[in-house]
């Protein structure tokens, strides 16, 4: 009869470990965030495929966060990749449809929390009015999703014996699963630029991520899934060209899924060291500052980056200065910080028969 309780009581402690486990996925894991997400289009905003002056763009993005917390890895590691395409420019008046394809790895510990998502990426864009000031696009993505939990890497109460003593490390007598079963991801968004005056521009743009509300779930037979909350994404900014050596670009993003919000804010300054009356052939140095708020930290983010013909580059630093237990101990010690690395290639095979040019946020 005791036997039988602490069983049953095990059992009440494993659910409410995979509850708590369960609960901090669908907040946090699932939903990767980049401090340069203006590098990472088709992750930002699906509005935003094909939305550049070329026939074709190839985008990188690697981001390491709280490197050496866990021992031997990094606590979080997030590789993105994409391609897409901008076409019919020829054929569409003043406008262009953008078709890519979109690749992103989340690892948590060494990939005991290991997720990736594929996905197909849609947008229609056009301009409007004189000199094509106003700009308006419309996208959608759809894929799969898939993540696997290494649970040997994992300790479980009931692979104790009563006395205490381990005998089946990573091991559960409950039906765990281990294969990574796929769900449909779908995304939407919208984006919108205008030109006030030549060398002045306001941009925003919307994403509803995660359409699909599928579920997630880690033991065998339907117990304990959750449904991975609605993420919402809030995006824009500012371009003044002071003169024709300098350009400032303040913006914006806000993020909330389920009862989880994120602000960041920042400035970025262009310095054109080369000059060019085709935008294509101008290179520019950016330098920025960028801050982000949200429920338990403050985190300043500086940032270097360089755009040289086809080629943009960048590099930024995640320092959270408030992030703090209640007890005031620092989360994560001298580990708590971000790396982050990208890399962009637009391409133009095709003579263009028109000039289209839709307007991509830089950074």
């Given amino acids: 009869m005791i036997l039988n309780k602490q069983k049953k009581h095990m059992k009440v402690r494993f659910y409410a470990t995979m509850v708590l486990l369960l609960g901090a996925l669908a907040m946090q894991a699932q939903d990767a965030h980049f401090s340069q997400f203006y590098a990472s289009p088709l992750t930002l905003n699906p509005a935003l495929t094909g939305v550049f002056n070329g026939f074709y763009r190839i985008s990188g993005i690697y981001r390491n966060q709280d490197p050496g917390l866990a021992q031997n890895n990094p606590a979080f590691s997030t590789p993105a ?53 106003f700009q308006l696009g419309a996208g959608l993505q759809g894929g799969v999703s898939s993540t696997k939990v290494d649970f040997s890497k994992l300790t479980f109460n009931d692979g104790f014996m009563v006395n205490g003593q381990q005998i089946s490390y990573g091991q559960s007598t409950e039906a765990l699963s281990t294969k990574a079963a796929s769900k449909g991801l779908f995304n ?57 050596k300098i350009v400032l670009i303040p913006g914006f993003l ?14 970025n300054v262009g310095i054109h060291v080369v000059r060019s009356p085709d935008p294509m052939k101008v290179a520019t140095l950016f330098v920025g500052l960028w801050n982000r708020i949200n429920t ?25 200065l408030t992030q703090q237990r209640t007890d005031g101990s620092v989360i994560g010690g001298a580990y708590a910080q971000a790396f982050e690395v990208t890399l962009t290639y637009i391409g133009n095979i095709f003579q263009k028969k028109e000039d289209n040019y839709l307007f991509n946020p830089r950074y």
């Fill in 81 to 133: 990749f994409s391609g897409d395409v901008s076409l019919l420019k020829d054929k569409i008046k003043n406008g262009a449809l953008g078709v890519g394809l979109v690749f992103q790895n989340d690892q948590q510990n060494g990939k005991t929390f290991n997720t990736n998502e594929v996905m197909l990426s849609v947008a229609y864009n056009m301009t409007f009015g004189a000199r094509k000031r």
């Fill in 188 to 244: 939407a968004g919208i984006f919108a630029k205008y030109e006030f005056a030549k060398g002045m521009r306001f941009y925003v743009g919307y994403s509803f991520n995660n359409a699909s509300h599928y579920k997630e779930n880690f033991i065998l037979g339907g117990i304990s899934s959750y449904n991975i909350p609605f993420r919402h994404t809030l995006h824009g900014g500012f371009e003044f060209d002071v003169n024709d």
């Fill in 254 to 267: 806000y993020q909330n899924q389920a009862s989880a919000n994120e602000t960041n804010f920042g400035l």
């Fill in 296 to 320: 338990d930290n403050y985190t300043l983010i500086p940032e270097i980056g360089f755009d040289y013909k086809n080629f943009r580059a960048g590099i930024a630093y995640d320092a959270p």
